[in-house]
């Protein structure tokens, strides 16, 4: 288990603070992120393309948070989502991806990936999972992978729920390269036991410390919810009885049907017979004909001549 400073403890309560509040400002579309984000805090978009969460001073929070809430209705119900960033190569406490009940009441079960790049040197470059809890359950740390969270170089992160399986994992990578086939850090849990279908919202938070002027920027943020129980309904039954009109509609398509189909048995028929024909015809007639013998030249003629003695003839008259 991983103790975060009490700085990035309060980046969790504002997050939780915020993420549970109705706001009254308005949506932002931005073309590399989920449809739909809003915008808390100190977070800003930039030249139209990217957001900060926080600005370079202390004391500055944001979040960025999807404006309509998930629903883990099912046990098969899966999440996926990813999304670039740069740390600025100052002190700072990171940011985090936060889920969380769409409630207040029920503001203990959170989940939150923690990207921890603190001023601490026992502390930065850390990637946690916190359960309800600033205390992570789960971490890796970030130079074990080659890459350092505060260099100021973009770097992607995966974060991925499979229903199926219980499984939370965390990839992270530099921008451009390939998802990793190895997760980073996992860490057992069951969102449908957790939320049990309630409303829950996901999003992106950073908070500076008194003495943190450390600046996060999101150059893009994707979220996919799957439910496997749901890939075989997928096109609604229709409710309403059979009309006329419904069966005016549907009688051109049997009559062509039943023409395909007939076509189909006439033309099988026709080869069958034939088929019968040519195999069987020619042993019938090796029966019904008179062979001719193979060699010709063995039929001989013969002429026979009869001769008459005409003495013989001249006696008997």
Known sequence: MVAFSF????????????????????????????????????AHVVAATHVRLTRAAPSSSGLLR????????????????????????????????????????????????????SSDENKRNQVGIDVGSRVSVAGANVPDVN?????????????DYEGSSKALEVRL???????????????????????????????ISSSNGPHSAQVVTVYSWRLTLRDASKGL?????DPRPPSQDDHRMFCPLTLLAGLIFGTGCVALFTFVVLFTWVIFLPGRQDHSLV???????????????????????????
Do not use: C
């Open 66 to 117: 999807g404006l309509h809430p998930l629903a883990f209705s099912s046990p098969a119900t899966s999440l996926s989502t990813d999304f670039s960033f740069a740390v600025s190569p100052v002190p700072g406490d990171g940011f985090l991806l936060i889920l969380a009940p769409a409630a207040a009441g029920n503001v203990s079960d959170f989940v939150a990936v923690e990207f921890h790049a």
């Open 173 to 203: 990578s530099k921008l451009g390269e390939e998802k990793p086939g190895k997760p980073m850090v996992s860490h057992w849990i069951d969102f449908f036991e957790m939320w049990g279908g309630d409303p829950v919202f996901a999003g």
């Open 233 to 237: 309904h997928s096109m609604p039954a």
């Open 291 to 317: 062979k001719i013998p193979d060699h010709p030249h063995d039929i001989r003629y013969q002429r026979i001549d009869v001769a008459v003695d005409k003495n013989a003839q001249h006696d008997e008259t």
């Open 7 to 42: 700085s990035f403890s309060f980046s969790i309560l504002f997050s939780l603070i915020l993420i549970t509040q109705s706001s009254s400002s308005s949506s932002t579309h931005l073309s590399n992120f989920h449809p739909d984000i809003q915008l808390s805090g100190d």
């Open 147 to 159: 890459l350092v969270l505060n260099s100021g170089e973009k770097l992607k992160a995966w974060v």
